[in-house]
């Protein structure tokens, strides 16, 4: 397969992302992996088997198409973050390491929010085009296909946006007043 095509290196960055670090030692972090992973997968399955029915996917493909479009934004936004990180880093060292990590545990659930943003376009196109349901609602495999992918989206959507405030507080040194991180 054509290194171009080949989205292993995301998901095994992905995979390593979800790892607790605490200083040289790392661990797994089990929530995480069943949160972003497993929660998915059994929505998808009991969607999928249960006779559930995606009534409106036009809905979900309009908003898939729009996520797209606003996860490659975040992305650039966060690679500017990066680069200021990457600046500052011969003045400030390893102390904005955890920061550096943490934009870019962040860059890797975008592409893989956005990566499974088109796979959940291209699966409720497909599933419309197959359904044998007089008004266009999605049913069975192709229904828990696109519930398994929208929840996995919106768990790493979730992960990205604790990401993001967090470096943003470090980042910009956001007083202690209003930063949510410190506790009163």
């Known amino acids: 397969m054509s290194d171009r095509l080949d989205p292993r290196d995301l998901f095994r960055g992905q995979w390593k992302a979800l790892t607790l670090r605490a200083g040289a030692a790392t661990r797994a972090d089990l ?4 949160l972003v992973y497993l929660v998915p997968l059994a929505a998808g399955l009991v ?26 934004a975040v992305f650039a936004q966060i690679a500017g973050w990066r680069e200021r990180l990457t600046e500052r880093s011969r003045p400030f060292g390893e102390t904005e390491e955890s920061d550096r990590e943490s934009l870019d545990e962040a860059v890797t659930h975008v592409l893989v929010a956005s990566f499974w943003s ?6 409720v196109v497909a599933g419309q085009s197959t359904t044998n349901e007089v008004d266009g609602s999605l049913t069975g495999l192709s229904c828990g296909i696109v519930v398994a992918i929208g929840l996995h989206i919106a768990m790493l959507f979730m992960l990205v946006i604790f990401k993001l405030y967090d470096s943003y507080l470090y980042i910009n040194r956001v007083s202690d007043r209003l930063s949510g991180s410190v506790r009163d």
């Open 47 to 72: 969607a999928g088997l249960s006779g559930f029915a995606i009534k409106s996917p036009d809905a979900i493909l309009a908003g898939l198409a729009l996520l797209v479009g606003g996860l490659l």
């Open 118 to 123: 088109v796979a959940g376009l291209i699966a």
């Open 31 to 34: 929530v995480g992996r069943v």
